[in-house]
């Protein structure tokens, strides 16, 4: 039987693994809600140690959705001012999504009663800024640090290019300001322009199908799942610009 209690908490434990977002900030694993769907979530009675194990989450979805940013961007070569400035976006999307998890679980551990000493025990590993901000629903933006600063600079260096992030420092504080504004109420982080990225007339003159903070599109989508006959024979980018007037 202790065994079984083991078994059952170390699960819980690793409910969150490394890589858990895709590169468009999206999470593809299967939670709690899934289970749900079936008649299996388990009713926990302990609020302050599922609290905690929520907690641990967090910060593991956290760092997942960082690295979003840096996987993106410091992989080596040369990088686009535009790819640094869409990695940030779809970071903020992944980080937007833990934040919100994050409160919807201090909510319901307050609705199962837990103790203001087990809350606090509980987030104990959680800044009190980001904390109090979270209990607000207010959504605080990835910083980008010195270091990944640094970083930038030194890979440019070595391959003798410019440095892609001075490019795109000013308007990736434009972003995050607009994303200090979003409420973790949202149902999800609305869609948010990337400036940089190639217009339509310049992307149908160069040929290039990069289509970078969209998400999936699938083949069924580009092809209008052939009910539009008009699309058949072009290029995915002038198929997308029929179907959703923008790329």
């Given at each position: 039987m202790l065994e079984k209690k083991k078994e059952k908490e170390e699960r819980e434990r690793e409910r969150i693994t490394t890589g858990k977002f895709d590169e468009y900030g999206q999470d593809y694993e299967f939670g709690d809600e899934f289970q749900g769907l079936f008649g299996f979530r388990s009713i926990n009675?302990?609020?302050?140690?599922?609290?905690?194990?929520?907690?641990?989450?967090?910060?593991?979805?956290?760092?997942?959705?960082?690295?979003?940013?840096?996987?993106?961007?410091?992989?080596?070569?040369?990088?686009?001012?535009?790819?640094?400035?869409?990695?940030?976006?779809?970071a903020n999307?992944?980080?937007?999504?833990?934040?919100?998890?994050?409160?919807?679980?201090?909510?319901?551990?307050?609705?199962?009663?837990?103790?203001?000493?087990?809350?606090?025990?509980?987030?104990?590993?959680?800044?009190n800024v980001e904390k109090n901000s979270i209990d607000n629903n207010v959504f605080r933006p990835i910083s980008i640090s010195t270091d990944v600063r640094k970083a930038f600079a030194e890979n440019a260096a070595k391959i003798?290019?410019?440095?892609?992030?001075?490019?795109?420092a000013s308007t990736i504080n434009q972003i995050r300001q607009e994303l200090a504004d979003i409420s973790l109420e949202e149902t999800e982080l609305p869609f948010i322009e990337n400036p940089l990225l190639p217009t339509a007339a310049e992307n149908t003159i160069t040929g290039s199908n990069t289509i970078p903070n969209l998400g999936e599109v699938t083949e069924a989508q580009l092809s209008g799942s052939v009910q539009n006959n008009s699309l058949q024979g072009k290029t995915s980018v002038q198929k997308l610009l029929e179907l959703f007037g923008r790329v």
């Open positions: 009675v302990n609020p302050e140690r599922t609290l905690r194990y929520k907690v641990a989450d967090f910060q593991r979805g956290s760092r997942d959705s960082r690295s979003l940013f840096t996987r993106v961007t410091l992989k080596g070569g040369p990088v686009e001012p535009r790819e640094v400035v869409d990695a940030y976006i779809n999307r992944a980080l937007f999504a833990v934040k919100k998890d994050l409160k919807l679980d201090m909510d319901a551990a307050r609705t199962l009663n837990v103790s203001e000493s087990g809350f606090n025990s509980a987030t104990d590993r959680i800044s003798g290019e410019a440095d892609p992030y001075q490019e795109a």
